[in-house]
């Protein structure tokens, strides 16, 4: 059978919960913006998928003051960070643990279903969708962040960024049965399934519209929990991976330089005739 969660050693580690933290940091204001485009009813129910520790699913129990929010991961460690972080917003907010392939919800329980840097993790992402399509309500939304590793881009230095994540992207995603180029692949996938109004917007992480430390902490938790397997996965040595980090970061960090990294947010509505 595919292994389900290949990245399972990296998502449990302490680094992805520097990750995460930053990875808000950098990101929600942006993408509350597009949130707030959803005619969400008050008391709207809503399910975040794959929650890590609950940075964003408090942040939606806060936006949506009488919301009910679900949380869902597979990896306990960060449930019980999320719940011990946001108890202040129980019973409204909830973590569970519980599986994006096979999630508990009965069919079309849920107003808004969020699903944020997951994606490009899994196999079968596909499968994945659907089961997200399943849980949300008929005119409800889809809110997904799937992550895309060729819309990382840097200035060349002594090394050039540009032959890593081509070459990473291509072998860590054979390697583990992923797409890490499911960003522009989710379209196509909602319009296959009949999905109405699909938007992908994009929140732009860079070096101007984010603090060069935020990007920074972003990139360096990627190389704590991600060299070692980028040097059994991929043509690079761990060493090497660590050297282009290492240079990405320098990159960050100068303010005479630009870095960018482009997070596609797609977002779709389930037809009131439910999905094909
Ligand atoms: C990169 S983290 C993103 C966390 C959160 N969505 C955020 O944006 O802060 C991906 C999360 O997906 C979870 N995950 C991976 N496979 C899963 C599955 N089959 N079911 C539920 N969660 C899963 C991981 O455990 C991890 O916490």
Excluded at 31 to 46: G, K, T, W
Excluded at 55 to 80: C, M, N, Q, Y
Excluded at 210 to 234: C, H, K, M, N
Aim: charged share 25%; glycine share 6%.
């Amino acid at each position: 059978m595919t292994d389900l969660n290949p990245q399972a050693k990296q998502m449990a580690d302490e680094s992805m919960v520097r990750n995460l933290a930053a990875q808000a940091q950098a990101i929600w204001p942006q993408e509350v913006e597009f949130i707030r485009r959803y005619a969400l009813p008050p008391e709207a129910r809503i399910l975040d998928a794959g929650c890590g520790t609950g940075e964003i699913t408090s942040r939606l129990a806060k936006l949506f003051p009488r919301s009910l929010v679900l949380g869902v991961d597979i990896i306990d460690a960060h449930l019980d960070l999320a719940r011990s972080r946001h108890a202040d917003l129980v019973p409204r907010l909830s973590f569970e643990h519980q599986s994006v392939f096979e999630l508990k919800a009965a069919d079309r329980s849920f107003d808004l279903t969020v699903c944020r840097h997951l994606l490009h993790s899994v196999p079968h992402a596909d499968r994945v969708i659907a089961e997200l399509v399943r849980v949300t309500r008929r005119g409800g939304y889809l809110h997904l962040i799937p992550e895309d590793y060729g819309m990382l881009h840097f200035q060349r230095g002594r090394l050039d960024p540009r032959d890593f994540w081509h070459t990473v992207a291509t072998s860590f995603a054979a390697g583990t049965g992923t797409d890490l180029f499911i960003g522009r692949n989710t379209f196509g996938i909602l319009a296959a399934m009949n999905l109405e109004g699909i938007k992908v917007d994009y929140v732009v992480v860079d070096t101007i519209r984010v603090p060069r430390e935020t990007f920074a902490s972003i990139i360096e938790a990627w190389r704590d929990g991600y060299a070692e397997s980028i040097g059994q996965l991929t043509p690079f040595t761990s060493e090497s991976a660590v050297e282009y980090f290492n240079q990405m970061l320098d990159n960050i960090r100068d303010p005479l330089k630009y870095a960018v990294w482009m997070v596609p947010v797609v977002s779709a509505r389930v037809p009131q005739s439910g999905v094909a």
